[in-house]
């Protein structure tokens, strides 16, 4: 089974640049997160989707971040225009079973490592 | 509110040497605990779980037991090795429904032969 996949690896861009980081789910999964990594940190949710819809961003910045899943499977983060905070690892995520807490285990992509510079 | 407390590290260990990393919690309700490990250049991996207090998740040799009167979930293995050099987050799922984890800060180990 192919696991999450996210692009680009790496990323550099100046401040007040945009960027924009994708997606690709475990087939099948009904859920898909988006968390940002600051170094030395844990992540921190910034968006979660389930099928195409929004369940939670609370924390994300709304001035700034966008994300959007068509058609509930790949998804897209974008920021504009970008600051020298928001160099992070940008972590995807996905997850089967909306309705099965007990089974419900969030898989993880390698990242997007962002520097603004 | 939700949060998660690890010990600081880098917590350096000889191989075959015995491992805790502590993880404290404070939540609302009943959350679900879990040990995510993080190596080199991938992503996060799901260690081990517990979805309710007195249970005991396991993986790989390593054991945390979800403690709700301490509100701990200590991560635990008896003897470690090389291979195990990684950061490891402990999270936290509330109980209610959205799935969202909090993550602590995490701790990197380092196993040295």
């Known amino acids: 089974e192919a696991g999450v996949a996210q692009s680009p690896r790496y990323k550099i861009i100046e401040k007040r640049q945009s960027v924009a980081f994708w997606c690709n789910p475990i087939?099948?999964?009904?859920?898909l997160y988006w968390y940002q990594q600051i170094l030395g940190q844990g992540p921190k949710l910034l968006i979660q989707?389930?099928?195409?819809?929004?369940?939670?961003d609370s924390q994300l910045p709304k001035d700034r971040f966008s994300a959007e899943r068509l058609k509930g499977v790949d998804s897209t983060l974008k920021i504009q225009p970008a600051k020298l905070e928001d160099s992070a690892v940008y972590l995807c995520a996905s997850s089967p079973e909306p309705t099965n807490l007990a089974k419900n285990i969030q898989y993880f992509g390698a990242g997007t490592r962002l520097s603004v510079l | 509110g939700n949060s998660v407390t690890q010990m600081e590290g880098p917590v350096t260990l000889s191989e075959e040497a015995f491992l805790t990393i502590n993880c404290t919690y404070t939540?609302?309700?009943?959350?679900?605990l879990f040990w995510y490990v993080q190596y080199p250049g991938e992503g996060l991996q799901l260690l081990l779980k517990a979805t309710k207090a007195d249970d005991k998740g396991s993986n790989k040799g390593f054991e945390a037991t979800y403690r709700k009167e301490t509100t701990s979930f200590h991560l635990e293995k008896g003897s470690v090795q090389v291979s195990d050099s990684a950061v490891y987050f402990c999270?936290?799922?509330?109980?209610?429904?959205?799935?969202?984890?909090?993550f602590g800060a995490g701790t990197i180990l380092r196993v040295k032969s």
């Open positions: 999270a936290l799922r509330p109980g209610e429904y959205g799935n969202k984890l909090v």
């Open positions: 939540a609302t309700g009943y959350p679900s």
């Open positions: 989707f389930q099928n195409n819809g929004v369940v939670d």
């Open positions: 087939s099948g999964h009904a859920t």
